[in-house]
């Protein structure tokens, strides 16, 4: 079975800091892994995917997300925080056999002015 | 790309009833999916949607609480059935591909709260 952690329910950052949400996942084999994002009363947004190719996959509104197998790590970055970053993250791993997502519990992204 | 959407967007429903929501993708797609997001928490899925058979649900989740259906490649219902406080959630339905690397799409979800 497969499975995400999501390490931090809460961040909190003020505008123009760097970003850091961190996921850990579980799986019996090399999975692909996404980041979602939802904004208040809007629907799921991809920000980016690794799926096996590079390690450092650069995803929209300028996050990024490192693989790193011998840590069953894929957090997410951003060098400068922006007010309309403001909303919950998703880190998702996917069933290879049919697409099927397994969530983790989400971060909540805080962005002060 | 794909885009999904939901109808209701949002309903208020009395104890014991049931309510259809309706999905709908603007292309076709292997893979339709039913979740579910209940208030301050994450999304669990709920079933597979297949097309011309009967749905394959998760773990905790059965038919007879939630029927499916999935008419075609780009259309599928989730029944919430004799509906209690407890089901007052978020529903999303989601599309893709079925490979593992390929982007599912998500709809906006319907909200659903019952009295």
């Known amino acids: 079975a497969q499975s995400v952690t999501q390490l931090d329910s809460h961040v909190s950052v003020s505008e123009g800091t760097p970003v850091l949400l961190r996921c850990n996942y579980s799986?019996?084999?090399?999975?692909?892994l996404f980041w979602y994002v939802q904004h208040p009363n809007k629907g799921l947004q991809l920000l980016l995917k690794y799926t096996s190719a590079a390690t450092l996959v650069k995803g929209i509104n300028g996050f990024e997300a490192e693989f790193k197998k011998s840590e069953t790590s894929f957090h997410l970055t951003k060098p400068s925080a922006h007010m309309s970053d403001a909303a919950e993250y998703f880190c998702?791993?996917?069933?290879?056999?049919?697409?099927?997502?397994?969530f983790g519990q989400g971060t909540i992204l805080t962005v002060h002015p | 790309s794909a885009v999904i959407s939901q109808k209701p967007s949002r309903d208020i429903c009395q104890r014991g009833t049931s309510l259809t929501i309706q999905c709908q993708v603007d292309s076709q797609v292997t893979m339709m999916f039913w979740y579910r997001q209940q208030p301050g928490q994450s999304l669990t899925l709920i079933a597979t949607?297949?097309?011309?058979?009967?749905?394959?649900?998760e773990s905790g989740f059965v038919i007879d609480k939630f029927p499916i259906s999935r008419p075609n490649l780009t259309f599928s219902t989730l029944t919430v059935s004799n509906m209690s406080p407890e089901d007052s959630s978020i529903y999303l339905c989601?599309?893709?591909?079925?490979?593992?690397?390929?982007?599912?799409?998500f709809g906006p979800g319907t909200r659903l709260t019952v009295l």
């Open positions: 799986s019996s084999y090399s999975p692909s």
């Open positions: 998702v791993v996917v069933d290879t056999s049919y697409g099927k997502l397994t």
């Open positions: 949607a297949n097309q011309g058979s009967e749905a394959t649900y």
């Open positions: 989601s599309g893709g591909a079925g490979e593992s690397t390929d982007t599912q799409y």
